[in-house]
């Protein structure tokens, strides 16, 4: 058992390693061939039955002529069947009827009594074989008897029926005839299945390499990718695009292919943009160092401004670190994801910027409002909205927050923002000429363009027709029935 088993799990396996084009069309010519098999099967029983039952038939029809004849007839049967040629039995009413001797219409037939031998046609040589089942049956004790026995080098299809009188028939018919025409439907039968299994197999493997050309397709894609890094591969769907799964499935590689290629792409530019933004702060601080080791050369005022001008190199170096950091952080999982008080959230933001700001007088109107999202990137992206808003006023003037409904929008009453660069100001790295003389990494606001974008919603920028910038940061919320069904 344990090795037949190890054989099927063999098999199983080397199954298993079989292309999936393979596998499908042994799959579909397996399911066709027992389809077949039992529709030949079910054909060669229904002819059996028909040949069995015409030798039936036969058999019944000459069971019962005897059984009329023994009924109107006044002679002894055993005479009847001693006679040669036609056998010639009076009726009740007087009319002589003909009936043919028994070989003319069956091969074997003899008469049973309870005792004595049975009597069969002068011309029949051979004798039925008789056990206490056909003498019960001449009895009168027992029903007709039919079964199916080898005689003489063939098989027969033997039934005793009762004559009644102490008297009962056997009767015999050859199966051979039958049995050679069940041999050929059999054999035209399994031709005929096999074709159809062999049709069967090569429409199935028609079939699935048509149907799996595009699965073999995204191999080659996946596959050239990986060899090669090339995102930029496409497969072309064809009119199969909104047909089918597979036609779905090539529309959802492609749409695959370009976000892993957009992402690569930004992240590549992220990299190099990076790269260039720290060659300046990193240039600065090798020349103060530099001057570090000749400080003695230098007076006290000097000195206080090199170190301030080294920490301060130290201050933009970590600000652009961390803020390259955070943009290529990316989306957060789902279960970073809380609910919370979208108005709380700025206004704890709007404390802190006073703190950092003393100069600048910060304006809050906030109007209650809840949001899914999470906490530590919108407060991020809050508190650069702040920022921006205070370097743009010069570090000092009037900042006013403001959250209706989904949107929080900050405006300064500083310069506003050159047309030009209003649809670049959440560029990474991009700052405006006017600005380039203040600190900063031109992330900031960078930052608040993908924590809206990870977050489902947007921003904007726009100038205000009494001065100042107005920032938009729209975000979708949450309406109370939304978290609480009792609310």
């Given at each position: 058992?344990?090795?037949?088993?190890?054989?099927?799990?063999?098999?199983w396996?080397r199954?298993?390693?079989?292309?999936?084009?393979?596998?499908?069309?042994?799959?579909?010519?397996?399911?066709?061939?027992?389809?077949?098999?039992?529709?030949?099967?079910?054909?060669?029983?229904?002819?059996?039955?028909?040949?069995?039952?015409?030798?039936?038939?036969?058999?019944?029809?000459?069971?019962?002529?005897?059984?009329?004849?023994?009924?109107?007839?006044?002679?002894?049967?055993?005479?009847?069947?001693?006679?040669?040629?036609?056998?010639?039995?009076?009726?009740?009413?007087?009319?002589l009827?003909?009936?043919?001797?028994?070989?003319?219409?069956?091969?074997?037939?003899?008469?049973?009594r309870?005792?004595?031998?049975?009597?069969?046609?002068?011309?029949?040589?051979?004798a039925?074989?008789?056990?206490?089942?056909?003498?019960?049956v001449?009895?009168?004790?027992?029903?007709?008897?039919?079964?199916?026995?080898s005689?003489?080098?063939?098989?027969?299809?033997?039934?005793?029926?009762?004559?009644?009188?102490?008297?009962?028939?056997?009767?015999?018919?050859p199966?051979?005839?039958?049995?050679?025409?069940?041999?050929?439907?059999?054999?035209?039968?399994?031709?005929?299945?096999?074709?159809?299994?062999l049709?069967?197999?090569?429409?199935?493997?028609?079939?699935?390499?048509?149907?799996?050309?595009?699965?073999?397709?995204l191999?080659?894609?996946?596959?050239?990718?990986?060899?090669?890094?090339?995102?930029?591969?496409r497969?072309?769907?064809g009119?199969?695009?909104?047909?089918?799964?597979?036609?779905?499935?090539?529309?959802s590689?492609?749409?695959?292919?370009?976000?892993?290629?957009?992402?690569?792409?930004?992240q590549?530019?992220?990299?190099?943009?990076a790269?260039?933004?720290?060659?300046?702060?990193?240039?600065?601080?090798?020349?103060n160092?530099?001057?570090?080791?000749?400080?003695?050369?230098?007076?006290?005022?000097?000195?206080?401004?090199?170190?301030?001008?080294?920490?301060?190199?130290?201050?933009d170096?970590?600000?652009?670190?961390?803020?390259?950091?955070?943009?290529a952080?990316?989306?957060?999982?789902?279960?970073?994801?809380?609910?919370?008080?979208?108005?709380?959230?700025?206004?704890?933001?709007?404390?802190?910027?006073?703190?950092?700001?003393?100069?600048?007088?910060?304006a809050?109107?906030?109007?209650?409002?809840?949001?899914?999202?999470?906490?530590?990137?919108?407060?991020?992206?809050?508190?650069n909205?702040?920022?921006?808003?205070?370097k743009?006023?010069?570090?000092?003037?009037?900042?006013?927050?403001?959250?209706a409904?989904?949107?929080?929008?900050?405006?300064?009453h500083?310069?506003g923002?050159?047309?030009?660069?209003?649809?670049?100001?959440?560029?990474r790295?991009?700052?405006?000429?006017?600005?380039?003389?203040?600190?900063?990494?031109?992330?900031?606001?960078?930052?608040?363009?993908?924590?809206?974008?990870?977050?489902?919603?947007?921003?904007?920028?726009?100038?205000h027709?009494?001065?100042?910038?107005?920032?938009?940061?729209?975000?979708?919320?949450?309406?109370?029935?939304?978290?609480?069904?009792?609310?």
């Open positions: 058992m344990t090795r037949r088993a190890a054989a099927v799990g063999t098999a396996r199954l298993r390693r079989l292309k999936l084009r393979t596998r499908i069309t042994l799959a579909a010519t397996f399911a066709v061939a027992i389809g077949i098999g039992a529709g030949v099967t079910f054909a060669y029983l229904v002819v059996r039955s028909e040949l069995y039952g015409n030798i039936d038939r036969q058999l019944d029809r000459q069971v019962t002529n005897m059984q009329r004849m023994a009924h109107n007839a006044n002679t002894n049967l055993e005479k009847i069947f001693s006679q040669r040629g036609p056998i010639i039995a009076p009726t009740k009413g007087g009319t009827i003909g009936i043919k001797r028994f070989g003319d219409s069956v091969n074997y037939l003899q008469i049973l309870p005792s004595g031998p049975p009597q069969r046609p002068p011309d029949q040589t051979a039925l074989p008789v056990d206490a089942r056909d003498l019960a001449a009895a009168g004790t027992a029903p007709e008897l039919r079964r199916t026995i005689f003489e080098g063939a098989d027969v299809r033997l039934v005793t029926a009762s004559l009644g009188n102490g008297y009962a028939v056997q009767e015999a018919l199966m051979t005839d039958a049995e050679n025409q069940l041999g050929h439907v059999a054999a035209e039968l399994l031709a005929a299945g096999l074709i159809g299994i049709l069967a197999a090569g429409l199935g493997w028609w079939v699935t390499r048509t149907a799996l050309r595009p699965v073999g397709q191999t080659e894609a996946a596959e050239r990718v990986a060899a090669t890094r090339d995102l930029a591969h497969i072309d769907p009119d199969r695009a909104d047909r089918d799964e597979l036609g779905r499935l090539a529309v590689f492609n749409a695959m292919l370009s976000a892993v290629q957009d992402s690569t792409d930004r590549r530019q992220l990299v190099a943009d790269s260039h933004e720290l060659r300046t702060p990193l240039t600065s601080l090798r020349t160092v530099e001057v570090l080791g000749k400080i003695e050369l230098l007076d006290q005022d000097d000195r206080e401004r090199l170190i301030a001008s080294v920490l301060a190199g130290i201050d170096l970590t600000a652009l670190v961390a803020d390259t950091v955070e943009l952080r990316g989306e957060e999982p789902v279960a970073a994801v809380e609910l919370l008080s979208w108005d709380s959230l700025t206004a704890h933001v709007v404390e802190r910027a006073r703190l950092h700001w003393p100069g600048v007088e910060f809050a109107d906030l109007a209650p409002a809840l949001l899914a999202g999470v906490p530590d990137r919108i407060q991020r992206a809050v508190a909205l702040l920022d921006n808003a205070a743009f006023s010069g570090g000092a003037g009037r900042v006013e927050v403001t959250l409904g989904d949107t929080l929008m900050v405006r300064d500083g310069p923002i050159p047309e030009g660069d209003l649809p670049h100001v959440f560029d790295f991009y700052r405006a000429a006017s600005m380039r003389d203040r600190p900063g990494s031109g992330l900031g606001l960078a930052i608040v363009a993908q924590v809206a974008e990870s977050h489902g919603g947007s921003v904007s920028a726009a100038n027709p009494d001065g100042g910038a107005v920032l938009s940061l729209r975000l979708p919320g949450v309406r109370p029935a939304d978290d609480d069904p009792a609310a």
